[in-house]
């Protein structure tokens, strides 16, 4: 039947046998199918690049983060200063609350999850404190800079990917020895120590950057994501993570 009746269809100008008219959309349908698959691996190469960039609300975010804990800087130097007889029996001992001094550069890479972000909050949250007034004077500013890098190179090394208990852990550790060896013998805040003693400030900065930078932010991380309150940051899962 379709044979006869093809045979009785006057054939048009420039319609060759088996390619009328009803054939035409499928040849455009197939282009079509091709270029939206083509744009759409296009959007996919032209959208990885985004789970590093920055967007606004990381940059509200972040900002946040780093002047609440410049605050915390601030109300922090005043309370050691007042705590500093706790410590008279062995000094280097005060290394032990030093990671409050820490935590926003492993905070603000736990939750940012972007390239800079630790450096960012423990720079601004630094500066905060200088502004704000603080006893070690425009210092703080390149502290912040070293504390910062120390997270900043754990989680580069994991190319922002991992932001595991064991990652946070480390994080805060090497910025914990960062800033321990920045004070103790950058800035020699401690000239009456002998080598011994620096060194177990040293080490004693790592713990507590391991203990209150590393451990209470994860932990903290995990409970602002459970709450629904990272739900616009790529953190907002972090309380669904593995621990390692």
């Known amino acids: ?38 744009g759409t691996g296009r ?31 601030w109300a922090w130097n005043l309370a050691y200063a007042g705590l500093s007889p706790a410590f008279a029996a062995f000094p280097p001992s ?13 905070l603000g890479g736990l939750i940012i999850r972007r390239p800079g972000a630790a450096l960012f909050t423990e720079l601004v949250a630094a500066t905060v404190s200088a502004l704000l ?4 004077g425009l210092t703080v500013l390149a ?5 910062g890098l120390g997270a900043e190179l754990i989680l580069l090394a994991f190319l922002y990917r991992r932001f595991t ?16 060896i920045n004070d103790a013998f950058i800035f020699n805040w401690f000239p009456e120590y002998t080598l011994d003693w620096k060194l177990i400030y040293v080490g004693l900065v790592g713990v507590s950057g391991v ?5 209470l932010s994860w932990l903290a991380t995990r409970g602002l994501a459970a709450t629904g309150a990272l739900s616009a940051l790529a953190s907002r899962r972090a309380h669904q993570e593995p621990v390692a």
């Open 94 to 106: 005060s290394a032990l609350v030093a990671g409050m001094w820490l935590f926003p550069a492993v």
């Open 133 to 136: 007034g603080s006893q070690f």
């Open 43 to 73: 959007a996919s190469r032209n959208a990885a690049p985004n789970r590093r960039s920055w967007r606004v609300v990381d940059i509200v975010v972040a900002a946040v983060i780093a002047v609440a804990s410049g605050v915390i800087f």
């Open 211 to 215: 203990v209150i930078a590393g451990l």
């Open 143 to 147: 502290s912040g800079v070293v504390q």
């Open 1 to 38: 039947m379709v044979s006869m009746k093809t045979g009785n269809t006057p054939q048009h100008p420039g319609n060759t046998p088996g390619h009328d008219a009803g054939h035409a959309p499928s040849a455009d349908t197939g282009t079509g199918t091709t270029g939206t698959r083509t």
């Open 165 to 180: 208990l064991p990652v946070a852990l480390l994080a805060g550790l090497i910025t914990g020895i960062f800033g321990g």
